[in-house]
């Protein structure tokens, strides 16, 4: 059964012994070469599913906020290089050791996914959503809104579950960190779109909203 809810999956994690050691990434899935900059380990397109485990994808919008494609029919489909960074390495998201910290890039836009709002705001219960931001592809510095980590571990391997990760000194009450999108509602994992915004989502911890989780396949 696929699991598409974050807090669902920190469960199981949780569960898991923590003497499970997270498994290198298999040859044909690195991507890239190893420098002094962040290095792309997973390619893919950045999807959700539905409550009946229906794929469906995520796109830019004009503005490049990450929007809902409510028919999965767009030819520009956001698609998206992990890349694990070094700089990241041993920070909040990578203690468990069951994976990688690092950034989500998109090629298409030379940019990072990230999440602004989350630096600009002093509310607990503020909305968050994802937008790409300029970055550099080869730069090993992450910023601190821009964090990602991709979940690897034997009995995952195959999800590529991929969450935003936010500063321990700035959590919402209740958060563990970690961030799908937010859904529609606890029924219905289709992604809740910002009115006015293009179909924009928002991200989400599942403590305010509901929450589905991102995958890169």
């Known amino acids: 059964m696929l699991l598409t809810s974050v807090s669902s999956f920190l469960l199981v994690l949780f569960a898991t012994?923590?003497?499970?050691?997270?498994?290198p990434v298999e040859e044909s899935r690195i991507e890239g070469r190893s420098s002094s900059g962040?290095?792309?380990?997973l390619k893919g397109h950045l999807v959700g599913f539905d409550s009946h485990n229906k794929q469906?994808?995520?796109v830019p919008n004009s503005a490049k906020e990450v929007a809902y494609d409510h028919d999965s029919k767009s030819n520009?489909?956001?698609y998206v290089n992990f890349q694990q960074c070094p700089d990241y390495k041993n920070t909040i998201g990578d203690e468990d050791g069951f994976g990688y910290v690092g950034r989500l890039y998109v090629p298409a836009l030379k940019g990072c996914i990230s999440n602004p709002s989350y630096l600009q705001s002093t509310s607990a219960d503020a909305e968050y959503?994802?937008?790409?931001?300029?970055?550099?592809?080869?730069?090993?510095?992450?910023?601190?809104?821009?964090?990602w980590k991709y979940y690897v571990s034997e009995d995952f391997n195959d999800l590529n579950y991929v969450y935003w990760v936010a500063n321990p000194n700035r959590l919402q009450p209740g958060c563990f960190g970690l961030y799908g999108f937010r859904a529609?509602?606890?029924?219905?994992s289709l992604p809740y779109t910002r009115p006015g915004h293009?179909?924009?989502i928002e991200f989400s911890c599942g403590v305010t909203s509901p929450e589905s989780g991102f995958f890169v396949q």
Not at 38 to 41: A, G, L, N
Not at 184 to 188: G, L, Y
Request: proline content about 5%.
């Open 17 to 23: 012994t923590y003497s499970v050691s997270a498994l």
């Open 38 to 41: 962040c290095r792309t380990i």
């Open 56 to 58: 469906f994808n995520f």
């Open 76 to 78: 520009h489909k956001l």
């Open 129 to 147: 959503y994802p937008i790409i931001t300029p970055c550099d592809a080869t730069t090993s510095l992450v910023a601190e809104d821009s964090m």
């Open 184 to 188: 529609k509602s606890k029924s219905d």
């Open 198 to 200: 293009q179909g924009a």
